[in-house]
């Protein structure tokens, strides 16, 4: 069985900083595309940013020099920095993966809150 977990949110100041992290675990998976998506209350989910298994990415046009995604292959984790946050970026950050284990298709993690607030 593969999990995602993720870590790293909570309660920051505008202009303040956050690292978000994502972890599979479980055995005899191969990862392809990692990703972070967003979904703040009343809205839709919405993409930040992916990255391919050879560090190809991708943001969102909101987030663009502001976070900065990256992965580690050996741990398979990922990894979202986010500077200069902003109070629309409070939301619930969902880690994603295309993981192949036993057959190919989505996962998802459980969810972590980044609110930025004075």
């Known amino acids: 069985q593969v999990q995602l977990v993720e870590s790293g949110g909570g309660l920051v100041q505008p202009g303040g900083s956050l690292r978000l992290s994502c972890a599979a675990s479980g055995r005899g998976f191969h990862i392809y595309t990692m990703g972070w998506y967003r979904q703040a209350p009343g809205k839709q989910r919405e993409l930040v940013a992916t990255?391919?298994?050879?560090?190809?990415?991708n943001y969102a046009d909101s987030v663009k020099g502001r976070f900065t995604i990256s992965r580690d292959n050996a741990k398979n984790t990922v990894y979202l920095q986010m500077n200069s946050l902003k109070p629309e970026d409070t939301a619930a950050y969902y880690c994603n993966a295309d993981i192949l284990y036993l057959f190919r298709r989505a996962y998802w993690g459980q969810g972590t809150q980044v609110t930025v607030s004075s």
């Open positions: 990255i391919t298994r050879d560090d190809s990415t």
